[in-house]
């Protein structure tokens, strides 16, 4: 099957594995395009009957999707629980009971959860929960050579660490990984200039390895020098914790998040989900678009952090009021980006709405941009029932629902990331037949618009 024909695919998994969906990965490159034409990003969308151009009102909400608040959630130090346990529990993958589990490791006991947890785009399709890994590309301690690369330790049921291996699935379900320690046996960690060489070697060894580099620091151990040297840093956007944090609301648009520093909840103290919970509540009642953010490490009880995504998909999620906007930040941070600086061009001809988005550059360049996808929303428009809308050619996703108040939301994904997912994880299907693949396989499949779509589930079929 080729949703594709110029796409070059990569055999993600090998082996004859049992249907858990964690088998054993190679490398994919997971960089994005370098270049990007906004010229061709547009949308158009038959109406039922005719409309003055300048009575359509066209936006960006607030929150992409139209969500309501954002939470986001931060793993620290490289732990092989944001895979084993938090990954594989929101995508419904097998749970060992071992507590380190890496990709294509024997499974021994657990379960399978019952269920995704997410959120929808606001037009009925899922979005898995998506959060943030801070990771040691170029670190060692005493026993281990390279956390990420270990030569003399096994990657097993008793290595604490994430392996490159784990991070592909993440960055394929839309986590994010953050720069965080640098190696203090060889760069100076007391002076800003060594902590400066240390980001810039882990950065370079996360594109040699997976293609794309990082652009948000996660402060490690209360240290400011890290902030100092992100902000000289050219390729640091935002930092996680650090002197006079911000706490945001997302309700302004001309909100600048470059170079700020966000407020985090430690959660560890408190390893009671119903105790987090209210903190929730408050953000998600407000009507100021807030954003909250909670990090841990790997706390021994982990389970409260899973019993904590459960509620929030419950309460808030798909399986409840269907508000929350679980992103990374650098999810958030690009969405902002977009809705600060892309112009939209809206024309009229006979019952047809052209909508041309076109986003200059200015302090976030394209190979930074993981998630160029964003939400508009139309007034004073009548979208027909059974629309078809199309769009230009660097648009891969696309969809379009009534919302309550009248209004309508487009969704517009230019992410050409989302076709390679569809075509790699489509064929993994076809080579495996299982429930697992198939399940991820039309995760991503039903993100992509009508005439991609059509194509890919044949081979589903």
Avoid at 387 to 412: E, F, H, P
Wanted: include cysteine; glycine fraction near 6%.
């Amino acid at each position: 099957m080729s949703l594709n024909s110029c796409l070059k695919t990569t055999d993600l998994y090998k082996g004859d594995k049992p249907d858990d969906g964690n088998e054993e990965t190679k490398l994919p490159d997971l960089s994005v395009p370098t270049t990007f034409d906004w010229n061709e990003v547009y949308v158009t969308i038959p109406l039922s009957g005719g409309v003055n151009v300048n009575d359509v009102q066209v936006s960006f909400p607030q929150l992409k999707y139209n969500k309501k608040f954002v939470y986001s959630y931060t793993f620290d130090d490289d732990v092989a629980q944001a895979y084993g346990k938090a990954f594989c529990t929101i995508n419904k993958k097998w749970v060992d009971d071992n507590k380190f589990f890496h990709v294509g490791q024997t499974k021994t006991t657990g379960s399978t959860p019952t269920k995704t947890l997410g959120y929808t785009d606001g037009c009925g399709n899922e979005r898995r929960f998506a959060f943030g890994v801070s990771i040691w590309p170029d670190n060692s301690n005493s026993s281990i050579d390279n956390f990420m690369e270990p030569t003399n330790h096994a990657v097993d049921q008793y290595y604490p660490y994430l392996v490159w291996k784990d991070v592909v699935p993440l960055v394929d379900f839309g986590c994010d990984l953050y720069l965080h320690d640098v190696d203090s046996t060889f760069f100076n960690i007391k002076e800003v200039s060594g902590i400066l060489s240390g980001l810039k070697i882990c950065n370079q060894k996360t594109k040699d390895m997976i293609g794309r580099k990082m652009k948000i620091l996660a402060r490690p151990n209360g240290n400011d020098n890290y902030v100092t040297a992100a902000r000289e840093y050219e390729d640091v956007v935002f930092i996680l914790d650090g002197p006079d944090p911000i706490t945001p609301s997302l309700a302004a648009d001309n909100i600048n998040l470059k170079n700020k520093c966000i407020a985090r909840r430690f959660i560890e103290p408190t390893p009671k989900y119903d105790e987090l919970i209210p903190a929730i509540d408050v953000a998600a009642a407000n009507s100021t678009y807030d954003w909250l953010n909670d990090f841990s490490h790997a706390p021994e009880k982990f389970q409260f952090i899973l019993d904590l995504f459960t509620a929030i998909n419950d309460k808030y999620g798909k399986d409840g009021t269907d508000i929350v906007w679980f992103a990374t930040a650098d999810e958030v941070y690009e969405y902002n980006y977009l809705k600060r600086n892309c112009v939209i061009t809206k024309s009229v001809s006979g019952n047809t709405l052209t909508l041309k988005i076109a986003c200059p550059s200015t302090d976030l360049s394209n190979e930074f941009i993981y998630h160029r996808d964003f939400s508009v929303l139309l007034k004073g428009v009548t979208i027909q029932s059974d629309a078809k809308l199309s769009s230009g050619k660097n648009v891969y996703g696309l969809s379009c629902a009534k919302q309550r108040d009248g209004s309508w939301l487009v969704n517009v994904d230019c992410n050409k990331s989302l076709l390679d997912r569809a075509e790699r994880y489509t064929n993994t299907y076809e080579a495996k037949k299982t429930s697992s693949a198939k399940e991820d396989a039309l995760y991503f499949i039903n993100q992509l618009k009508e005439e991609y779509r059509t194509d890919a589930m044949k081979s589903i079929k």
